[in-house]
């Protein structure tokens, strides 16, 4: 009996034998933050607005509509960090509406055939720079190391909250935690601060997720290749969202047998900007599956800009890639 995407995906996580090679777009239903803003609390309501912990947050167009905190409104700096207790209020997790919000989210796919990844926005490292800034925060985990370990280990708890819920409302099957920690050349800090600081973090985290039952999975964008084995060691499953500045096939030869990469699209490129033609579209993703295709540990993603917050634009745009997605990773293996 053929697989299902579900079983096809989770058999790639699990290393074992897939029947394809899927794509995180058409075989999984994103929920969470991979279904928008996600839950309010995390990331402001649809639109913008203010989240659980009370910074406000707006959607400019240039950005297709993603949220981001608002310029100069933050809590805290690199100076006043070490009163983090007294300033930083976590959401109440219970009061929030997760079945309204679950039903809504999982409706725009279909459970019972593609795997739920949840989607968590707003990592450890992330969510201290919400609350303070990108700039103060690299600075306060230079000044004050300490307490940059107590809010994120804090943060780690939090998280593992918001996966008990996903769990019991969501019956996700993977979690994503997303923590951008680079840019397209390299981290924000040394490997010896992401160790010292976030990693511990992100390993709770994963545990976590784990003894929920859950594939943990880590979302980081930017040249973070430096860390690969540092992502292993926290228990992540696989790396997504990962772009090719980083040694993508360099990566599965050497880890493949333990490790999964998601990702592969040029999104810095010509294919993922608001120019690129169809025709340049497609080519990429067909690209991505004859590259990394090989290893039966890859995983297909991919996504463009768009310059527009209506959903229907950023779906229609997007709409190549999706559907060159799923039939190629049939396709090559059909006629191999």
């Not at 989770?10 to 969470?32: C, F, Q, Y």
């Not at 912990?53 to 950005?63: C, D, Q």
């Not at 600075?139 to 998280?159: G, R």
Request: proline share 7%; aromatic share 12%; charged share 20%.
């Amino acid at each position: 009996m053929p697989m299902t995407p579900k079983e096809n995906i989770i058999a790639v996580l699990n290393h074992e034998m897939r029947e394809w090679i899927p794509s995180s777009l058409s075989d999984t239903v994103s929920a969470g933050f991979g279904s928008g803003p996600g839950p309010a609390f995390e990331k402001g309501p649809l639109g913008g607005g203010p989240d659980g912990f009370g910074i406000n947050w707006v959607t400019p167009a240039s950005g297709g509509g993603a949220p981001i905190p608002e310029p100069g409104h933050f809590l805290m700096n690199a100076e006043t960090i070490v009163d983090w207790k007294k300033l930083v209020k976590f959401p109440d997790l219970s009061s929030f509406d997760w079945e309204t919000q679950a039903k809504a989210e999982l409706s725009f796919g279909n459970p019972d055939i593609q795997a739920i990844d949840f989607g968590s926005g707003n990592g450890p490292f992330e969510r201290m720079a919400t609350l303070m800034g990108f700039e103060e925060a690299l600075m306060a985990m230079y000044e004050e190391p300490e307490a940059c370990f107590e809010l994120m280990d804090s943060i780690a708890d939090y998280k593992i909250q918001v996966a008990e819920y996903a769990k019991k409302y969501y019956h996700a099957d993977l979690f994503t935690n997303y923590d951008d920690i680079a840019t397209e050349r390299g981290l924000f800090m040394s490997p010896e601060s992401y160790r010292a600081l976030i990693k511990p973090a992100h390993t709770k985290i994963n545990d976590a997720v784990r003894a929920l039952g859950m594939i943990p999975i880590q979302h980081t964008c930017g040249k973070a290749d430096a860390l690969t084995e540092d992502f292993i060691d926290t228990h992540a499953a696989a790396w997504t969202s990962v772009q090719p500045t980083n040694d993508i096939s360099g990566i599965l030869e050497k880890y493949g047998d333990q490790f999964c990469i998601i990702g592969g699209y040029d999104s810095n490129g010509l294919p993922g900007q608001v120019a690129a033609s169809d025709e340049t579209v497609i080519a990429e993703v067909k690209r991505c599956f004859d590259t990394y295709g090989i290893y039966s540990s890859y995983i297909f993603f991919g996504f463009r800009i768009v310059n527009s917050v209506d959903p229907q634009v950023n779906l229609k745009a997007i709409m190549p890639i999706i559907t060159t997605s799923a039939q190629y990773g049939r396709e090559l293996i059909e006629k191999a």
